[in-house]
């Protein structure tokens, strides 16, 4: 791999900034400076320094964002902005992908990462990792209701959504609700609360799995995964 990129990835700098760094002599490879980013290294065995601290290879990234509305969750798009455009340069170096997708008027928790098998191990059907929504409807929700989504509701000819968990919020005179899910159905949520004649008016994922969206985290706003966040995500 390209120094450079080594660099960029490694979280020092914008490739920008990674240029000024590699000019000004502060970075040493098996203890030679090198000023040249083009350079080719093996990002595994050479030794990396920064002002004589070694740099730790870091091949993947694992980045939470509160996804706003109006926002695609797509690496790219002709029309609409995407999550991956409101990263900042050293994610998007990353080549990150976002796992799974909300709507384009769904707030809330997203993953992007570029790590393909943990991707795979949270979208997997098999896996049941629950996904856990705030919902505001239209309607208030009645008890009987309530029952017919958590039992599972027939959406398709050949798909019947598996139990689900109703929470709902009385303060709000039944008008909201936390539904988890362990199924990720095109709109699966809005189709539910359509099929017992209700309507969302407002969908938040708020859970994935066992990792929260951090209220402190606002719309538009990401952040890396803390190591324990990690330990939550990949097991
Ligand atoms: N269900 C929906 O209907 N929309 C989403 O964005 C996510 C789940």
Do not use: W
Not at 54 to 64: G, N, R, T
Not at 123 to 152: A, C, Q, R
Not at 228 to 235: D, P, R, S, T, V
Request: proline share 3%; net charge positive; charged share 35%.
């Amino acid at each position: 791999m390209r120094l450079d990129k080594f660099l960029a990835n490694s979280g020092i700098g914008t490739r920008k900034e990674v240029k000024a760094i590699l000019k000004s002599g502060k970075i040493k490879v098996n203890e030679k400076i090198v000023k040249d980013g083009k350079m080719q290294i093996d990002e595994i065995k050479d030794d990396i320094k920064m002002e004589g601290e070694k740099i730790a290879y870091k091949p993947f990234v694992y980045v939470m964002m509160n996804k706003p509305s109006g926002i695609i969750s797509a690496t790219e798009d002709g029309k609409h902005k995407t999550v991956v455009d409101l990263l900042c340069e050293k994610y998007k170096n990353y080549k990150v992908f976002p796992v799974g997708r909300l709507d384009i008027d769904t707030e809330g928790l997203i993953l992007l990462t570029n790590d393909g098998i943990l991707a795979h191990n949270l979208l997997s059907p098999k896996k049941h990792v629950d996904k856990k929504y705030y919902v505001e409807l239209k309607e208030p929700l009645t008890p009987e209701k309530k029952k017919i989504l958590e039992n599972g509701i027939k959406l398709e000819e050949n798909f019947v959504t598996k139990e689900a968990k109703v929470e709902i919020i009385e303060k709000t005179e039944l008008k909201s609700v936390f539904i988890t899910i362990s199924e990720g159905k095109f709109h699966q949520v809005k189709r539910m609360f359509k099929f017992i004649g209700n309507e969302v008016l407002y969908l938040k994922r708020v859970k994935m799995g066992k990792l929260l969206l951090p209220e402190k985290l606002k719309l538009g706003e990401y952040r890396e995964l803390t190591e324990e966040e990690m330990k939550l995500i990949l097991n």
